[in-house]
Structure formats: C-alpha cells, structure tokens
C-alpha cells in the first residue's frame, strides 16, 4: 500500500511539474507577444511620417533589395534599409525582456527546488508512449527528462521556443514536424519546418531533437547529417537570431521541386504576395514533404523540367506552350529566360544557382547605340569563351592538351571556371544591400581590390569575352530591369583604383549618358530586337539545351569541370567525406550547371512582322532601337479588338450622363466603367463600392444598377471619404478629411457583404488625402495628400515604405505603372 501512494504521489508530482512549466511557459508566451507589440507600436509612432515622428529627418540613405518578385519574377522593390534594422532590434529586444520576466518570475514564487525535482521525476505514462513510438499529435515543447542539456537548471531551459508559440494559430496542432535548413542567399540556418491543421510554420535557427523535440540551436546539438551542409548553416550564424513565420497553406501558389549543391533534395515555395522560400531537407525527406503539402493544398503540381513538358505541341484543351507563345511573339525574350531559368532549377534564393541571361551586346563604346547593325551585338551561337578567334583557340588547346599529357580525361574541359556563381552575382550586385554583406562575406570579411572589382560595363565584357582566360561570365536578371544596382547609393567606401579613380557608381557606356535608367531601358531593347530574337535559341542550346552535354558540347567549345554538372557527380556514392566535402565546396564557390530542358536543337522564333494569325505588322525603329512616339507612326495604331458599347452611367431620373468618370476596368467581355465616387470590386468586377454622401456612409451594390444593397456607417467615424481604391476582392483602403488611410476587411458570404471591419488606421499625412492608387502587382499602395506629399505603403504588412519627393501643388491624382 505504501509503495502504491508512493507510486501515485510521484506521478502526481510528476503532473504538477509539467503542468506548472506549462503555465509558466504560457505566461512568458504571453509577456513576449505584448513586448513584441509594443515594439510595433513603436515603430508605428515614430517612423517618419508618423503621429510622433519628424519628417524633416535627415535619414541615412542605406536602401535594401527587397526579396518580394513582381511580373516575370523582376525584384524591383527597394525598402529603406532601418526598417531591417528595428526588426533586428526588435528581435534582441523582445528576447532579452522574455529571459529577465522569466527569471524575476522564477526568483519571486521561488520555484528553483520544486522544478529540479519535477526535471527528474518520470512519468510511466510517458515511458510506455516513447517504446510505441513518437506521437506527433502535437508540439512537445517541454524538455525530455532523460535528455541531458548543457544545464540542469530549469531557468536556464530554451525560452527562445516562446518565438513559435507566439506564431501558433488558435488552437492549432502541430501532425508533423521535420528539420529543414533554410536558405537564402549565400548562407542556411538549420530550422524545423512545421505542419498545423491550416498553418505551415518554417522555425528558423531551431533544432528538432532526436525525440521530436524543438529546441534552440544553443540548448540543443544539430540534427543535421551532411557535414558540409551543416558547416554552410554554422559558417556565419550568430545565436540570437531565432525567428518563426507562418504561413497558410491557401497562400501558396506553387511548389518547384528543386536542387541544391546538385542534389535533388530541396524545394522552393512561392508564395501568392510574391515571396518565396528555399528549405532543404534530409535525402528522403524532399519528396514526403511535397505529397504532404499536396495533401493539404491538392492544386499543387510539380514543376516539370524535361523536354515534353516544352514540346511544340498543344496541350490538352488547346492551351499553348510557353515555347510556341515565346514563338508567336505573344511573351518577350525577357519573360521566355525567365521561364527557362525557373523550369531549370535556376533560383534568386540560392546564389549557386542563380538566373542566368546573356551577354547581348558587343558595343559598349559608340556614342549611339545601333540595334538595326549586326555587328552591335554578340554572337549568341557562341559561348563567352569563343567570341574571339584567338580565344577560341586558347580553349581547344586546353582540352587537347589533356589528352596529348595522358592526363585524366574524365577532367578535360575547356573551362574550369563557370558562367554564373555566387560570387559573380555578389560582385554584379555588390553596391547593393543584402549582396554587400554577401560579396564581403566570400572575400573574407572585405571588399576585393577595387581594380578587380566590376566597376565598368565595357572592362567586364572585355574581360569576359576577351582578356581574362578565366573569366567567362554571363550576365544576371537586374542587367535588364533594376537600374539601382549600379549606382552607389549606400555610399559604400568601395576603394580607389591604380590610376586614382574612386570606386563609386558603374562607368557606363557612351550610348546611356551616365544614365543607369537609360543603359537598363536601350539594354532591354536590345534583348527584345530583332537580331536577339533571331539568334537566341542559339544561347539556350548552349545553356539549356542540347549543346550542354556530350560531343555538341565539344563541338561548340562549351565543355566545363566534370564537377559543374549533376549528372556526372553521384555524390551519395561517394564514401570518402574529403572528397564529397571538396567537390561540394568546388560547386558551392563556383557554381553549377542548370538542368538540361532539350535534347534536341530549340526551334527558332517567328520573325518579325508575323503575328501569330499570320498577318504582316511593321513596327519602324529609330536607330537608337526606341519605338518613335504614336503620332508620327500612324500606320502602327490599331483598331480597338473591343466592340465600342455606350456606358450604362444613367441616373435614374435621367436620360444624361452623371458626369465624370471615376474608375474604368478592362476586361476580355469589354469595357466596364462606372461614375465618380465608385470602384469596381475585382476579380469579377460584379459589384460597386460607393462613397462621397452627407451622412459619410458607404455602400455596396451591383455594376449597372442604381440600388444600394448594404449600406455601412463605420466610414463616419473617419471624417468624410474622398477617395478609395480596391486592390482585392476582401481589402478597401479609404481616405478623406480626416487625413488618416484605412485599410477595411470586406467579409462575403455566398457572394453577399456582411460586414466591414477596420484592419489598419495608416498614420501620415497632415491634410486631407485626395487620392489613392493600389498595385496588386508589386504589393503597394499610394496615398496624395493637401499636404502635397504621397505616401508609399506596403499592401502586405500594411507599413510605411516610403515618401516621395514632395510636391510643388496639392496632389489631385495618382497611379502606378504595374510594367515598370
């Protein structure tokens, strides 16, 4: 009987123990999540155009590259770099308030001997579940007590696991966990990815414990197998960095199965407000993890990347390829590349394989740039290493020589250095954030010698398909779309050069005038020319097509390291961890091959003047290759494909017109338009939100019908309503008298509004705002004021990005341009 009560009174103890680290635990979430708000509370107040903020100061003008893609995946958008910096800060914040609340809590209800007992008492229950098996019915967050830790103490447990529970959705439970390493860039951070009933949760600098357990990466040893692998994770990783994010699995929009280091062991998620992310698994894990992400979210496929998935042939139903559009001329050069690069593994998350795109100019030192001379431009039927004769030349000695020497022949090739590498993005993109870190970090915690650095365009081209006998680069996205990269605006101290010069913005070629927009829009052009277009499949059967590999390989004088190539390197047979940790380091430095997407040579496109019905169009060209203006090349206009219609904008007491018109969608059945003081609700533009009465309401009703459906009074708070905008089918941002932006909630049910809910009060303007534009494509809004600013805010985080220039007038109209 005695060792019955005993028995009992231990278990009891035992549930005591862990029921009050439980409350404990939930106190600290709880003490956290209120830190961490008032830090975003702060920043609210006091950003630059804040209620407390002084828009008269002088900021430092240190911009970053943000991660978010825009049409054809283009980075285009540039965030003020202290806005990562109070993240940062607030980061370290919220930490150090958790660790001191927990141990002033732990110090006041003297809990030190109850909880050391609790540590070592061990529930039978529990022992009976570990022999059945891990249940992963939900997060185990409390430490195993069998598991040794680097201290006994209770209070010095991972506190850092409260960043997870802050992010759980209610009521949420965790059916699977998994480690991951994160990348991003140059650099990995082990985590634990996390699967919930409607959430995903990506734990960065978390370590999954052989018992299923998550823990920080200072409390717990690293799970990861892969020696190099982890050593890329610990290179540059400082504790304290600990981060969760959720995600829903709605949000997705498509899974790529992908590689890393040339093993097929990763995948990339795109997100539908244009972020992604990059985790690597464990060698069997990649692929379990997709089909449960397909379980949950049954509309996602994978991305396939053979030749069938391109074949010249229709799809079922008639879809067309993007190969028979890109030679239709229905997408661009641009958009094709981009396709290609995607289909091929090629990713902006992992610097070793970063997109690719050709050199397509060869003149970089006319005062005009010429895009009707063949002569402008490079061959594309050649890689960098034959443009010239004598170069050529070089290279086939090489791979001869191999073979004259006896040498190993499974090496011979006649480059054994890449086209694209983390360090050539590092260096392309060095002037700016986050690739300055990156670039430094490659080169031992330093800029290189200025002389060596890419400081001009023509000494880079001469360099890469002239001079440098190890040098033969090809070109990134951004040379093509994003003219910030080649100024210094962060004003980096880049170095001087020998003959004196300091390293600052890149020289540029005479035809752009010292004009980064300039050389980025000639440069385009000269992508989408006619001569680029008539030799570009040229440059995809070197890269991606069937020049790649074999005899055709050697025949174009298009040979690399035997390590640059996936297919000849079976890293899970190699046994020797020295030389599986030297070929992995050799790819990890200088980059690696794409997939191969044909076997066979890439059809050429349409040539100009046929348009995919077969009628003839003339498109005249300036010199310079800029189309002229519409007046002056009548002969280009065409008729409208839309039957003109008279608009349905007709009072009810009237025959006549209201008068202006306030919004104007264009859809494939026509043209929709309504009068001033109303917005057309997307996608299906069915329904109207109207604004603008005495008694500061707004409705909501059908397109072409005067009669209000739902009339809501929660705008009046807000002052009277000038403008409104609404970029998506549940969000409409209004603004008025009161100066202040809202953000509303619009909640449908069966296609029916039900309410209106106030998701964000935007602080920032001094006078009444008078116009509102919103981008869906790069995820922004824009707000014009009497203050005569305006204003950029982000439609995601729904925070201050940005103010422009301010004004000479009040600002009556804005609007954003989704192409550029």
């Known amino acids: 009987f005695v060792s019955c009560m005993e028995r ?27 830190a961490k708000d008032w830090m975003i509370l702060e920043e609210q107040l006091f950003y630059r155009r804040g209620p407390w903020g002084d828009p008269s100061q002088t900021l430092e003008p240190r911009w970053i590259l ?20 109070t993240v940062m800060r607030m980061k370290s914040e919220v930490q150090n308030c958790c660790r001191r609340f927990y141990f002033s809590l732990a110090c ?24 059945k098996g891990s249940d992963c019915n939900q997060l185990t967050f409390f430490p195993a007590l069998h598991e040794s830790f680097h201290s006994e103490d209770f209070l010095e447990l991972c506190v850092e696991r409260q960043i997870i ?23 990995a951070l082990e985590g634990v990815l996390l699967f919930g009933k409607e959430h995903f949760y990506i734990c960065e600098c978390f370590v999954l414990s052989p018992l299923e357990e998550v823990y920080c990466t200072r409390h717990c040893l690293s799970s990861i197998s892969d020696p190099f692998i982890f050593n890329l994770c610990h290179k540059d990783h400082a504790v304290g960095d600990q981060m969760c994010s959720r995600y829903s699995y709605h949000d997705i929009k498509a899974i790529h ?34 089909k449960r992400f397909c379980s949950f979210q049954p509309a996602l496929k994978s991305k396939g990347i053979t030749e069938e998935s391109l074949n010249i042939r229709k799809h079922s139903g008639g879809e067309k390829t993007m190969l028979q559009k890109w030679q239709k001329r229905e997408i661009s050069n641009f958009d094709y590349l981009m396709y290609l690069n995607t289909l091929a593994g090629r990713s902006y998350n992992d610097y070793m394989q970063y997109p690719v795109f050709p050199w397509v100019l060869a003149d970089y030192h006319s005062e005009t740039l010429n895009l009707t001379n063949p002569h402008t431009f490079r061959d594309l039927s050649k890689p960098m290493g034959a443009q010239t004769m004598e170069r050529k030349r070089k290279f086939i000695q090489r791979y001869n020589e191999v073979e004259k020497s006896e040498g190993d022949l499974s090496a011979q090739c006649h480059y054994c250095t890449h086209y694209s590498s983390a360090i050539i993005v590092a260096s392309y993109l060095v002037r700016m954030e986050p690739f300055t870190q990156t670039f430094c970090s490659l080169q031992g915690g330093s800029f290189d010698v200025a002389d060596r650095m890419f400081h001009s365009v023509k000494s880079t081209w001469e360099s890469a398909s002239r001079d440098n006998m190890s040098d033969v680069r090809e070109l990134i996205p951004e040379f093509f779309y994003l003219p910030e990269f080649l100024t210094n605006a962060n004003h980096f101290e880049l170095g001087c050069m020998q003959d004196g010069t300091v390293l600052g913005d890149v020289q540029l070629p005479p035809w752009a005038d010292g004009d980064p927009h300039k050389f980025i829009l000639l440069h385009r052009q000269a992508l989408e020319s006619d001569y680029v277009s008539a030799h570009l499949h040229h440059w995809i059967d070197l890269i991606f097509g069937h020049k790649q590999h074999g005899s055709a390989a050697v025949e174009a004088v298009n040979t690399y390291h035997p390590y640059f190539y996936g297919d000849k390197m079976d890293l899970n047979n190699i046994k020797d961890p020295l030389i599986k940790s030297t070929i992995l380091g050799f790819i990890s430095n200088f980059g690696q091959i794409p997939k191969q997407l044909f076997t066979k040579p890439h059809p050429s496109r349409n040539a100009q003047g046929k348009s995919s019905s077969g009628r003839e169009t003339v498109l005249s060209l300036h010199s310079s290759g800029i189309l002229p203006l519409f007046m002056s090349s009548l002969q280009n206009l065409k008729l409208s494909p839309v039957t003109i219609k008279e608009l349905n904008m007709f009072s009810v007491l009237s025959d006549y017109p209201k008068g202006a018109i306030g919004h104007i969608v264009h859809t ?56 409104a905008v609404c970029p998506s089918a549940t969000t409409i941002i209004t603004s008025g008298t009161s100066s202040v932006v809202c953000v509303w909630e619009l909640s449908l049910v069966k296609d029916k509004v039900k309410c209106l809910n106030l998701r964000q009060a935007l602080y920032g303007h001094t006078q009444a705002v008078t116009c509102l534009a919103a981008s869906v494509t790069y995820s922004i809004f824009v707000s014009g004021s009497d203050d005569r600013t305006c204003i950029i805010w982000d439609l995601n985080k729904l925070t201050y990005i940005n103010q422009l220039p301010a004004h000479e007038a009040t600002l009556c109209s804005v609007a954003i341009n989704n192409s550029t």
């Open 8 to 34: 009992y009174r231990r278990i009891g103890q035992e549930l005591y123990a862990s029921l009050y680290k439980n409350h404990v635990q939930m106190l600290q979430c709880g003490y956290s999540k209120a």
């Open 66 to 85: 943000d991660c978010y893609e825009g049409p054809s995946r283009m980075r285009r958008r540039i965030q003020h770099i202290n806005a990562r910096v």
């Open 108 to 131: 006041f209800l003297q809990i030190n001997n109850a909880v050391s007992q609790g540590e070592l008492m061990l529930n039978e229950a529990e022992r009976e579940m570990d022999k």
């Open 165 to 187: 529970l802050q992010e759980f959705a209610e009521n949420e439970k965790v059916t699977f966990k998994c480690s991951v390493a994160v990348v991003q860039g140059h650099t």
């Open 257 to 290: 199965l992908m590689r890393f280091l040339l093993q097929e062991i990763a995948l990339e998620i795109f997100f539908k407000n244009g972020y992604s992310r990059f985790l690597v698994f464990h060698d069997s894990d990649r692929n379990k993890i997709f």
């Open 668 to 723: 494939e059945k026509g043209i929709l338009a309504v009068e001033k003081n109303k917005v057309l609700i997307p996608p299906l533009w069915s329904k109207t939100f109207c604004w603008g009465f005495e008694d500061f309401t707004c409705c909501f009703g059908n397109y072409g019908s005067e009669k209000n459906m739902t009339t809501f009074e929660c705008m009046a708070d807000w002052g009277k309503c000038l403008c």
